[in-house]
Nanobody, 118 residues
Framework: QVQLVESGGTLVQAGGSLRLSCVAS????????MGWFRHAPDKEREFVAT???????NFTNSVRGRFTISRDNDAGAVYLQMNSLKLEDSATYYC????????????WGQGTLVTVSS
């Protein structure tokens, strides 16, 4: 089973930018959807962004226009570029894989912590 490892989380000032990376243990050509989710303390885990292997993208409303998602199938990597960061973006960010269309995001990385300070 493919394994996912996130990196790039750190402390950043509000208004700043950060790029998260997720590297898979194998090519992701055959993985339908790759996504980023986040979990903040005392909140439910929430969807942030997804990208399918045909390039379709989806974003939660709160990050649309500020975050972009991309994938490199050959490299087995997915990226989340986060701009104009806000305090409320602070969370542990998780990469996840959806093996087939309409299937669940069932494979998860260990997460990377993003802290946005004022």
């Amino acid at each position: 089973q493919v394994q996912l490892v996130e990196s790039g989380g750190t402390l950043v000032q509000a208004g700043g930018s950060l790029r998260l990376s997720c590297v898979a243990s194998e090519s992701i050509h055959n993985i339908h959807g790759m996504g980023w989710f986040r979990h903040a303390p005392d909140k439910e885990r929430e969807f942030v962004a997804t990208i399918s292997n045909n390039g379709d993208e989806n974003f939660t409303n709160s990050v649309r226009g500020r975050f972009t998602i991309s994938r490199d199938n050959d490299a087995g990597a997915v990226y989340l570029q986060m701009n104009s960061l806000k305090l409320e973006d602070s969370a542990t960010y998780y990469c996840s894989a959806q093996l087939e269309p309409f299937g669940p995001f069932a494979i998860w990385g260990q997460g990377t912590l993003v802290t946005v300070s004022s």
